[in-house]
């Protein structure tokens, strides 16, 4: 049977993080599919949090390319450098914005968004092959709980 995802009551996200790994880790164990592991993991994130936007962007022909998402439309072609998920590609380090208007040439695919955190997925060799994209609508909604924890996410991806 698989994990249910939801909500987690305790107020402590350090905790609802050590709850979630472990379910996301027996959810993704045996699958080989990029594209399910990516969608269930933007599932899962999203009822565990109750995060405004999650979603993929995969490196292909030196951009990126909108992949699994779980939220409102989104923009579907980034270059390399631009905005949020691009400097995080480009920079090959997570980046959490407290506030995406103060963000130098932030992308904006929601009027909604707020803040922002970006984890780039790193192959063994070094090359970016993806990011992983979070927004909230609340300020400062991201800190380094998120990023250590979401960068524990990525890993899990990173095994194949």
Same mark, same amino acid.
């Given at each position: 049977?698989?994990?249910?995802?939801?909500?987690?009551?305790?107020?402590?996200?350090?905790?609802?993080?050590?709850?979630?790994?472990?379910?996301?880790?027996?959810?993704?164990?045996?699958?080989?599919?990029?594209?399910?592991?990516?969608?269930?993991?933007?599932?899962?994130?999203?009822?565990?949090?109750?995060?405004?936007?999650?979603?993929?962007?995969?490196?292909?022909?030196?951009?990126?390319?909108?992949?699994?998402?779980?939220?409102?439309?989104?923009?579907?072609?980034?270059?390399?450098?631009? !905005?949020?998920?691009?400097?995080?590609?480009?920079? =090959?380090?997570?980046? $959490? @914005? *407290?506030?995406?208007? #103060?963000?130098? !040439?932030?992308?904006?695919?929601?009027?909604?968004? =707020?803040?922002?955190? $970006? @984890? *780039?997925?790193?192959? #063994?060799?070094?090359?970016?092959?993806?990011?992983?994209?979070?927004?909230?609508?609340?300020?400062?909604?991201?800190?380094?709980?998120?990023?250590?924890?979401?960068?524990?996410?990525?890993?899990?991806?990173?095994?194949?």
């Amino acid at each position: 049977m698989e994990p249910t995802f939801t909500q987690s009551s305790a107020t402590d996200k350090a905790e609802r993080y050590c709850s979630f790994l472990p379910q996301l880790t027996a959810l993704l164990e045996g699958e080989t599919d990029l594209i399910a592991r990516l969608a269930n993991t933007c599932a899962a994130l999203r009822e565990a949090f109750g995060f405004f936007w999650v979603g993929f962007y995969l490196v292909k022909n030196d951009e990126l390319v909108l992949g699994p998402f779980q939220g409102s439309v989104a923009c579907m072609h980034i270059k390399k450098g631009r !905005g949020v998920c691009g400097t995080a590609w480009a920079e =090959r380090r997570t980046l $959490v @914005v *407290p506030d995406v208007d #103060q963000f130098p !040439g932030h992308i904006a695919c929601s009027s909604l968004s =707020r803040s922002e955190i $970006v @984890v *780039p997925l790193i192959h #063994q060799d070094g090359t970016v092959w993806g990011v992983l994209d979070i927004d909230s609508e609340r300020l400062e909604a991201f800190d380094d709980t998120d990023r250590e924890n979401l960068e524990k996410v990525a890993q899990l991806l990173n095994e194949e």
